[in-house]
């Protein structure tokens, strides 16, 4: 075979974007897209319309959170009724449930009754919209390479597919817990087991689907791995909770901390999760600090959620 013909064969087998060899390339099996002034708009595109779509979605998703963390401690359908004003029980129209804006654009307020919404609402949208942005960020740079070369792996696109969707919900699951535990000391189990078990699967699919082929990990080490890892981060939660009893004689840190730490071992893995308990640590000083120092605002909680459901 002459030189030229093996070096286009090589390329092309290799799956390399673009042509290493210039000329040398057959013009006929090149995409006209390769002009790099239009491939460096049309990624720029995808990315941009990719980001804008994910927080979109995270903001709507967000807000359906909001009905959720509302609804969930009263015992509530969090399908219907439609959502409304807490205090005047009016029920909500359209343009007063988009996310952020119908916030924005209220001030903050009821409509009718002007009581204050909380703003738990607008923070808990903005942060689901923001998680969900980052989780995607890796799924939409390979989408904008795949379309821009089809001849590219499209394994790409369909790993960082399978890794971003459980991360979306890993967050949606986080900001969910957060809240209930922040506002009702509450982690319900009907939350924390499902996300255990939703962490494990996700973890162990994407074993299978070769994370982590260079190491030789295989989806029975991993499941193994991880399980260890779920029993040590809860046991170190249940140990502090018993070593905290036996000096106080009284709680100090519930069960469902344990499942919650469990939760965070079943996607991170144990170094992860310990790096989250330690930030939860610290976070939790910090706040405890500021809340000694201005005593008034451990009290005036009122601002955080009080009128949406
Ligand atoms: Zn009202």
Redesign the pocket.
């Known amino acids: 075979m002459p030189l030229q013909s093996t070096l286009i064969h090589q390329s092309q087998k290799s799956g390399c974007p673009r042509s290493r060899f210039g000329d040398l390339g057959s013009r006929k099996s090149r995409p006209p897209s390769v002009d790099p002034k239009h491939v460096y708009s049309t990624s720029r595109m995808i990315r941009i319309l990719g980001t804008i779509f994910a927080g979109l979605l995270g903001l709507a998703f967000g807000s359906f959170l909001n009905v959720c963390l509302s609804r969930w401690p009263e015992g509530e359908s969090v399908v219907a009724p439609r959502s409304r004003?807490?205090?005047?029980?009016?029920t909500l129209t359209w343009w007063e449930n988009v996310p952020l804006v119908s916030w924005l654009a209220l001030r903050g307020r009821?409509?009718?009754?002007?009581?204050w919404i909380g703003w738990r609402y607008p923070l808990v949208e903005a942060a689901v919209g923001l998680l969900w942005i980052c989780a995607t960020s890796r799924l939409f740079a390979s989408l904008a390479y795949a379309i821009n070369y089809p001849e590219g792996p499209i394994a790409d696109v369909l790993r960082n597919l399978s890794e971003a969707v459980p991360l979306m919900l890993f967050y949606w699951f986080l900001v969910a817990l957060a809240v209930l535990d922040a506002e009702n000391l509450w982690l319900p189990d009907w939350l924390t087991y499902p996300g255990i078990l939703i962490g494990l699967a996700s973890t162990v699919a994407q074993e299978q689907f070769g994370y982590h082929f260079d190491t030789g990990v295989r989806p029975l080490r991993a499941l193994t791995g991880q399980l260890l890892s779920i029993l040590a981060a809860a046991t170190l939660i249940l140990l502090i909770r018993w070593l905290y009893w036996l000096f106080r004689r009284r709680e100090g840190i519930g069960l469902g901390d344990a499942k919650l730490m469990a939760l965070l071992a079943a996607w991170l893995g144990l170094p992860g999760a310990l790096v989250a308990f330690g930030l939860g640590v610290v976070l939790g000083a910090l706040v405890a600090v500021i809340l000694l120092a201005i005593p008034a605002a451990s009290t005036n909680t009122d601002g955080w959620a009080s009128?949406l459901r």
């Open positions: 004003c807490r205090h005047c029980s009016r009821c409509r009718t009754c002007h009581a009128s």
